[in-house]
């Protein structure tokens, strides 16, 4: 069965970067592109980027282009996500989710990592 | 940027009766819209894809319909498990993708 598990919570200070990861399992992974997710208490769910699994190509929200990097690394069947320059609105529940095969809408998701931001 | 908007925010229903709900796009989407349940502190589920397409193992009781800029997804009666978060999706335009903010059915 497809499994995604995230990496644990975090605190970080401001001005500070994370770095999340995604360990997929029971399905290839470079046949599928996994997308980050963030959503801040209470907020909507907020879409950061995407990475395709086969060619390691990448697109970024342009709300966190230069702050965010994705990578993956196939022999691992993981993927990471890095968030620098941390504010306390960065402070949310970070998701990799997988893509439904190139439908761009999300079909497996991890379990969530807490990323707080704080003095 | 595709600006999504769900209505009502909160919907009361009683067990066994229908929920329907809506989903806004500033821009048509042809089909390109999926919805997702969320229930609290669990990641979200995907429900439906190409606006009427059910997910795998996602029940009969769930439908989606419409196409361009409006489209509603109806549960047709409500189970206890049903009660939670439901977000809709637009990936007809991105980056970025965009969700609604999500209408939260509670029980009546």
């Not at chain 1, 996994?34 to 909507?44: E, L």
């Not at chain 2, 349940?37 to 439908?63: D, N, V």
Request: glycine share 10%; aromatic share 12%; proline share 4%.
């Amino acid at each position: 069965q497809v499994q995604l598990v995230q990496s644990g919570a975090e605190v970080k200070k401001p001005g500070a970067s994370v770095k999340v990861s995604c360990q997929a399992s029971g399905y290839t992974f470079s046949r599928y592109s996994m997308h980050w997710v963030r959503q801040a208490p209470g907020q909507r769910l907020e879409w950061m980027g995407w990475i395709n699994g086969g060619n390691g190509n990448t697109k970024y929200s342009q709300k966190f282009q230069g702050r965010v990097t994705i990578t993956r690394d196939t022999s691992a069947s993981t993927a990471y996500m890095e968030l620098s320059s941390l504010t306390s609105e960065d402070t949310a529940v970070y998701y990799c989710a997988r893509d439904l095969g190139q439908r761009f809408s999300f079909d497996y998701w991890g379990q969530g990592t807490l990323v707080t931001v704080s003095s | 940027e595709i600006v999504m908007t769900q209505s009502p925010a909160t919907l009361s229903v009683s067990p066994g009766e229908r929920a329907t709900l809506s989903c806004r796009a500033s821009q048509g989407l042809s089909s390109n819209l999926a919805w997702y349940q969320q229930k609290p502190g669990q990641a979200p589920r995907l429900l439906i894809y190409g606006a009427s397409t059910r997910a795998t193992g996602i029940p009969a009781r769930f439908s989606g319909s419409g196409s361009g800029t409006e489209f509603t997804l109806t549960i047709s009666s409500l189970q206890s498990e049903d009660f939670a978060v439901y977000y809709c999706q637009q990936y007809n335009n991105w980056p970025p993708l965009t969700f609604g903010g999500g209408t939260k059915v509670e029980i009546k």
